[in-house]
């Protein structure tokens, strides 16, 4: 049972989405730090907290926000992440300084 236990823990560590990673992909745009204007067309993100940053990426993911701005290019890059990675980024960008 211990084992099993064990297990399930390292699975579960395993399998835990890391916010460094998954906003490696949005730095090539807005920076390291959330410092830069992606592609000089969107707002600095640093300094944003959790709960703007979630609502800016499920709304990004649904089609439903800036849809005459960077909304497609937005969505795109949304479209595979799951409820728990856009948590885990938006936790991650709330970070940033």
């Known amino acids: 049972m211990k084992t099993l236990i064990a297990i399930l823990g390292l699975t579960a560590m395993l399998g835990a989405a890391d916010g460094a990673a998954l906003y490696q992909k949005c730095a090539a745009c807005h920076g390291l ?22 609502e800016a990426l499920k709304g990004y993911k649904a089609g439903t ?33």
Do not use: C, F, P, Y
């Open 33 to 54: 730090k959330g410092e830069k204007a992606a592609l000089g067309k969107s707002e600095v993100i640093a300094g944003w907290n959790s709960a703007k940053t979630l």
């Open 65 to 97: 926000r800036n849809t005459k701005g960077m909304g497609a290019l937005m969505k795109g890059q949304t479209a595979a992440l799951s409820d728990t990675d856009m948590k885990v980024i938006a936790d991650h960008i709330a970070g940033l300084k």
